[in-house]
């Protein structure tokens, strides 16, 4: 039979190698946490740092996407004001197109006459376009647009009838021209009856006097200028103008020229 004190000291060596084996494996286990955690670290600062560049550089940096080439056919059918900016001999850079607050920023309510029988009710919103309505205001006031012919039809794409030049061949207008963009719809989509400005391309503040109206629901694609200002709509009569004019479709065949039926604005009035 061993001796008690040998027993004793066998149990207290077996105790120690317990606890050192122990020490040994919490030593292990906090150090694989430390690792974890810091790896944790390292990685959440890669991916913030990552994310941050890549943000910088595609919102200031030469990785800013250039805006793509529409191929939307409506494109080649926007309503241009003058195929030549210069073309206009009468405009004057220098002439002050009407204060913006003859709009009164409210809505007015106009008439118009179409070949002597077509009757065009129409509203405009001196609101949300308040500079392209003083001007259009005023040149109804004045007798600007009685007589004036509409001289371009679109039939594919986009649908408009475009009226307002004096020179009847697209170049024309007032002795001013005036902008910016004003109520331009965000999703390039001008809706049935809309009335709006027309303008040179890629040129906010060449709107004279020359407007197009959609007789359909017409996409036509913003430039680098942005898209047309929205200044006001036909509220009836929409019908007539096309049964009597849009209809016979462009002179001479095609989807983009002068309307068949020659289109005059008999009359006009505003209040």
């Known amino acids: ?11 207290q060596d077996r105790l120690r190698r317990y606890q050192a084996r122990r020490t040994t494996h919490e030593t292990k286990v906090a150090r694989r946490k430390r690792d974890n955690i810091v790896a944790i670290v390292a990685l ?11 943000i910088v550089y595609f919102a200031a940096g030469p990785g800013t996407p250039e805006p793509a080439a529409s191929a939307d056919p ?16 009468s405009a004057d850079p220098g002439a002050l ?4 607050a003859l709009s009164e920023f409210r809505t007015w309510q106009g008439a118009m006459t179409v070949n002597e029988t077509i009757e065009l009710q129409y509203e405009l919103d001196g609101l949300a376009a ?10 109804v006031q004045s007798g600007f647009y009685t007589g004036l012919t509409c001289h371009r039809l679109t039939t594919e794409g986009a ?15 007032p002795d001013y021209r005036f ?25 906010a503040s060449s709107m004279g006097s020359q407007f197009f109206i959609t007789y359909a629901d017409s996409p036509i694609p913003a430039d680098e200028a942005g898209g047309y ?11 007539a103008l096309i049964s009597g004019v849009t209809a016979a479709g462009v002179e001479g065949g095609g989807f983009d020229g002068a309307p068949a039926v020659s289109t005059t604005i008999s009359g006009i009035t505003i209040q």
């Open 1 to 11: 039979m061993a001796p008690a004190s040998a027993n004793n000291r066998e149990t």
């Open 44 to 54: 959440v600062a890669v991916v913030a740092l990552a994310t941050t560049a890549q």
């Open 74 to 89: 409506s494109a080649s059918l926007a309503p241009d004001a003058s195929a030549d900016p210069g073309a206009d001999a």
């Open 97 to 100: 197109a009407p204060d913006a």
């Open 130 to 139: 308040p500079q392209a309505v003083a001007s259009f205001v005023s040149l």
């Open 159 to 173: 649908f408009l009838l475009q009226c307002g030049d004096p020179a009847g061949d697209g170049t024309g207008g």
């Open 179 to 203: 902008g910016p963009i004003e109520n331009a719809p965000l999703d390039n989509v001008y809706s049935t009856g809309v009335i709006a400005m027309a303008r040179q391309g890629s040129d």
């Open 229 to 239: 200002t929205v200044m006001g709509r036909v509220t009836s009569g929409l019908d």
